[in-house]
């Protein structure tokens, strides 16, 4: 059969297409586990976001799928369903699949939208066994993971039990279907890889334990770094590793860097996301190791620095640095001295506007960042499907937006008890431009002519709203704020 995948070309502000393309990891593991004689085609569409009808028409013309395959996250529903009626225009029978995190955790949104199936959870087996099904003209009711319409009824089968990846059921991603060219990281190409899936914190505004349960599996280290080979043979320069919690295990993570190092792969630059407790408990021998096997950017899960928005955010035990097992304080300065001492870049992820807070605990979190962040990566509590957060929020009446399309993380759609929404993301939006500014000169020092070719295009992305007497204090910075969340607003019709 001929399938077509597709990313949606939905970004966030902290991702301008400019300088991050990223491939959606998800399509390549579905291309790589469908039976062989299936043609199949991933197209992420953030490298057409401008173009997204043009790109998605020439698709169909030049493969005419019979499946049509599309993953979503929660912000980038409408342009699903917009993409989802294109399909059906273009070619009115062919089969629409959709998965990911947002139809895994709420289907229902998805059965008014002219969507024959839905894939919930992982999703390769039961693509692959869906493919089989529709090939046979029937019997796709037996499969796990899967809701399919019938007439104007939904059914939906058991949940499929989560893949263990330690016995090889996972074949290796396929990248050889991509269709569309210039994925992209600070200028350098990027690729993803995963060693592990899941997680076995809770914390409440992750959507994680909702889509697959507490528990963690890992693909042996074999298939790890033939992955990273494949990625870097076909031009990767940057490898961003995908694991849900890869600082799980530092164990396993410390013996990954000395295999990444023994396989000489250490000369790609490696981005990771990494939890604040086991780097300061274990940075000691952990982040030298990092930093010889080619990681260069952390992103840490800080989430907030303050104990009681710890708390709510239920992140307080992997933020807790432990010596010899016992409880040694907060780990988030330990962490990220750790990292700078090694020669890492430390991605700061923060949340701020917790119910709790006030101006005042929004500003203390900010000015943490400006201090000891080299990138911020600052957001709101966004109410996703099914997350406890989001349960807590409507039981305090407290979201105060219900545009999905805005649910992008950086866009406040709740407020505190304490603070407007509006206010909360204004506070973010003008603190939040001077830190990126900063790290420029190490932008440049890794990567000159990328940041000469361009600083210029970045710098218009993260002022834009601004004016020069915005800047120079000569014309109320909320003006300019005004203009932003308009550009931001029209930004936002990719289809
Ligand atoms: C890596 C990652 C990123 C990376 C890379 C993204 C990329 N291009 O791949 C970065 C850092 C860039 C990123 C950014 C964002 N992310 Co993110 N990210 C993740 C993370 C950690 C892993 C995702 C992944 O690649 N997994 C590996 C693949 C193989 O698994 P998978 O995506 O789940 O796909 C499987 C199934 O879902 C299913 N499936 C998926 N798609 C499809 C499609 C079809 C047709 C089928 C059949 C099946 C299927 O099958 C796949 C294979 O089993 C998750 C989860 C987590 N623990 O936090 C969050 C997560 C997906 N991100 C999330 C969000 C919100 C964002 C941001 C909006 C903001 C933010 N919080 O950072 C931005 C938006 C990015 C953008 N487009 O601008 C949310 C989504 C929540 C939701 N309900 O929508 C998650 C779940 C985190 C959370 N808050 O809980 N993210
Ligand atoms: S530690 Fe990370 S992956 Fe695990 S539940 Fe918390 S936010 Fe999600």
Not at 169 to 195: C, F, K, M, S, W
Request: charged share 25%.
């Amino acid at each position: 059969m001929n399938v077509l995948l597709l990313s949606m070309p939905d970004y966030f502000e902290h991702m301008p297409p400019v300088a991050v393309r990223m491939p959606n990891g998800a399509l390549t593991s579905l291309a790589g586990n469908v039976d062989d004689h299936h043609l199949v085609a991933v197209a992420d569409l953030i490298l057409s976001h401008r173009r997204v009808r043009e790109t998605i028409t020439r698709l169909f013309h030049e493969i005419n799928p019979e499946v049509v395959g599309l993953s979503v996250m929660t912000f980038q529903r409408q342009t699903a369903h917009r993409i989802i009626d294109l399909a059906r225009t273009l070619k009115p029978g062919v089969k629409i699949v959709v998965g990911g995190y947002d139809p895994s955790l709420a289907p229902n949104a998805y059965e008014g939208m002219g969507v024959d199936y839905i894939v919930r959870g992982e999703g390769e087996v039961t693509f692959r066994e869906l493919l089989r099904a529709l090939e046979r003209g029937g019997g796709s009711e037996s499969i796990c993971g899967l809701s399919r319409r019938e007439g104007n009824h939904w059914l939906h089968s058991p949940a499929r039990p989560v893949h263990r990846l330690e016995d090889d059921e996972i074949r290796p991603p396929n990248r050889g279907a991509r269709v569309l060219q210039g994925y992209t990281l600070l200028g350098r190409q990027v690729d993803v890889v995963e060693t592990s899936r899941g997680c076995t914190y809770d914390c409440s505004f992750c959507s994680i334990i909702e889509m697959r349960g507490r528990n963690f599996h890992t693909y042996s280290f074999e298939r790890v770094l033939r992955d990273i080979r494949d990625a870097r043979d076909r031009g990767a320069r940057t490898i961003f590793l995908v694991d849900d919690n890869i600082t799980l295990n530092v164990r396993r993570f410390e013996n990954l860097c000395h295999a990444i190092i023994e396989a000489r792969l250490n000369k790609l630059d490696y981005f990771v996301q990494a939890m604040t407790s086991s780097i300061a408990s274990h940075g000691e021998i952990l982040a030298p190791l990092m930093h010889r096997a080619g990681f260069r950017y952390v992103f840490l899960g800080i989430e907030n620095i303050l104990e009681g928005d710890l708390q709510f955010l239920r992140a307080a035990a992997k933020n807790t640095a432990r010596d010899n097992g016992k409880n040694s304080g907060n780990a988030t300065l330990k962490a990220i001295e750790c990292l700078h001492r090694n020669r890492m870049y430390v991605v700061g992820g923060l949340i701020v506007g917790n119910p709790d807070d006030t101006q005042e605990s929004i500003e203390a979190n900010l000015a943490f960042a400006r201090r000891y962040v080299d990138w911020p990566y600052i957001q709101h509590p966004t109410p996703y499907p099914r997350t406890p957060m989001t349960e807590h929020f409507r039981e305090q009446q407290l979201i105060t937006n219900d545009r999905l399309e805005e649910y992008d993380g950086t866009t406040a759609v709740v407020r505190t008890e304490h603070v407007p929404a509006e206010e909360i993301e204004y506070l973010r939006w003008k603190a939040e431009r001077w830190m990126k500014v900063r790290h420029m000169p190490a932008a440049f020092c890794h990567d000159p002519w990328f940041v000469l070719r361009h600083g210029p295009e970045m710098l218009a992305h993260t002022f834009r709203g601004c004016t020069l007497r915005s800047v120079l204090g000569l014309e109320d910075e909320r003006k300019a704020f005004g203009r932003y969340k308009v550009i931001r607003r029209h930004e936002r019709a990719y289809v």
